[in-house]
């Protein structure tokens, strides 16, 4: 597998990461050389999903060049190198969030990851009701009354999940408010996390606002009252160093396509030794110890959620994804990130008629920046700024509920990474400055 070699020089400096780094960086990147409606290509929509190195896409195409065979089954020398290329990426990518291989269950994305928590303690509720596991089973089921907490700026990833968990066990969801800046009201959390509170869920980092949650706070408030803690990091993973276990969650989430993988594959965090308590959610193959004609006995964790074929070669391309991100280093990483995300809201608040949503400028944001451009709709500034080759994403970002509560639709947002130089952001915010104008709302 290669990187370009002055890559080597970039890995050899010691923090933040200049213009001229980036420059580098962005030599590994195919699809950003690329000329969009004759423009240089500026990607800003890494939020949504990022670009992938060449150390990626090698990666993947070698393991199925030289060691593709189904895992954990064959008796082959190619089924042994499937095998150990799966269960060392497993590893690797553990060690990313500081955590131990068996705490690591691969998931399809960290929408899939959420379900698949949500959808066990489903489980778990039926299997109490029907005197199936023990006391570990009773104590993880939800039953009606209890409360699942989220927040109002939830992802509809982590959201509608927890709206299902509650049909099915007659729990009750409550919502920690926003205020009109978009911040968690932690005395509304303080008010919320109560005795009937069974789990707390909530995003590391709003993928609207740019914001990062009080974490240390929201765990404390669930601990208090013996309440799961489930942690959103898709939008933090990529971004920043991330030491799950230190963080004191029970659950994480995350997305190999947002951290330079592949997509089709994504991480559920759990516990050393709850996940084990948890009844499974798919169940086949590869997941038992012994099958009868009437029950079947479950693997520990992870294999007991992992049913069925596994993303073998999706798993080894987000191997490769993070030691990529950690190559470079990932608080170079976060500083570059902060301070593009800085570049971004100090930018658009400084244009007239354009309103940057969350955090102002100065408080602490991720690398990125969604923004209200007054009498254009959102879907217009995407496809204005798209004909100058920026690419951004508009909509509702999967955050209806939080678009409501800021009295919005729709919103523009553009979102930076490793491989974005300050250039790239100055460019974007010359191409927003033009949008008003150009549909002849604003000077
Ligand atoms: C905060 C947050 N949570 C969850 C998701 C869902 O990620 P995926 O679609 O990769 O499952 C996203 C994706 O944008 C996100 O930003």
């Known amino acids: 597998m290669t990187v370009n070699n002055d890559l080597h020089a970039v890995l050899a400096q010691p923090a ?16 950003l ?10 990607y800003l929509d890494s939020g949504a999903t990022s670009q992938k190195p060449r150390w990626v896409l090698e990666a993947e195409r070698e393991f199925y060049e030289t060691c593709n065979a189904a895992v954990h089954r064959g008796a082959h020398e190619l089924a042994v190198r499937a ?5 060392d990426a497993r590893t690797t990518v553990a060690a990313f969030v500081r955590a131990a291989p068996e705490e690591l269950v691969w998931t399809a994305n960290a929408t899939a990851g959420i379900n698949l928590i949500a959808q066990a303690l489903g489980n778990a509720s039926i299997w109490a009701e ?3 596991g023990g006391q570990e089973i009773r104590q993880l089921a939800l039953k009606p009354g209890d409360e699942i907490v989220v927040t109002e700026l939830e992802h509809h990833a982590n959201l509608i999940p927890w709206q299902e968990l509650a049909f099915r066990t007659g729990a009750v969801l409550r919502f920690i408010p926003v205020d009109a800046a978009g911040s968690l009201r932690l005395e509304e959390a303080e008010r919320l996390i109560g005795p009937q509170t069974k789990v707390v869920a909530f995003a590391h980092t709003s993928n609207v606002l740019g914001s990062v949650a009080p974490v240390h706070e929201l765990v404390q408030l669930a601990r208090r009252v013996g309440a799961l803690v489930v942690l959103d990091a898709c939008q933090s993973a990529p971004h920043m160093p991330l030491g799950l276990p230190s963080l004191d969650v029970d659950f ?5 396509h947002k951290m330079l993988g592949p997509t089709g594959i994504g991480v559920l965090y759990g516990r050393r030794g709850l996940l084990d308590a948890l009844p499974p959610v798919h169940t086949g193959g590869s997941m038992i110890t012994t099958v009868t004609m009437e029950r079947a006995e479950y693997l520990a964790a992870p294999q007991r959620f992992e049913a069925g074929t596994q993303p073998v070669g999706q798993a080894v391309g987000l191997a490769a994804a993070v030691q990529y991100l950690d190559g470079i280093g990932m608080d170079r990483i976060h500083a570059s990130v902060t301070v593009l995300g800085q570049r971004l809201a100090e930018g658009i608040t400084a244009i007239r008629g354009v309103k940057l949503l969350g955090p102002p400028a100065g408080e602490p944001r991720i690398g990125l920046a969604a923004f209200d451009v007054e009498g ?6 995407g496809q204005y700024l798209d004909s100058l080759g920026v690419a951004v994403r508009v909509g509702h970002h999967c955050a209806q509920p939080l678009h409501r509560r800021l009295g919005l639709s729709a919103s523009t947002r553009a979102s930076a990474y490793l491989y974005n130089t300050t250039d790239d952001i100055d460019e974007f915010l010359a191409a927003l400055s ?10």
Do not use: C, M, N, W
Request: proline share 4%; aromatic share 10%.
């Open 33 to 42: 050389h690329q000329e969009i409606h004759g423009r240089r290509l500026v």
């Open 83 to 87: 095998t150990d290329a799966f269960e």
């Open 252 to 256: 994480a989430v995350f997305s190999g």
């Open 434 to 443: 033009g949008v008003r104008p150009y549909f002849g709302v604003g000077k």
């Open 130 to 132: 029907r005197g199936r």
């Open 16 to 31: 933040g990461l200049t213009d001229d780094d980036v420059r580098i960086i962005q030599q590994d990147f195919p699809a």
């Open 376 to 381: 254009v709709h959102a879907h217009d500034v």
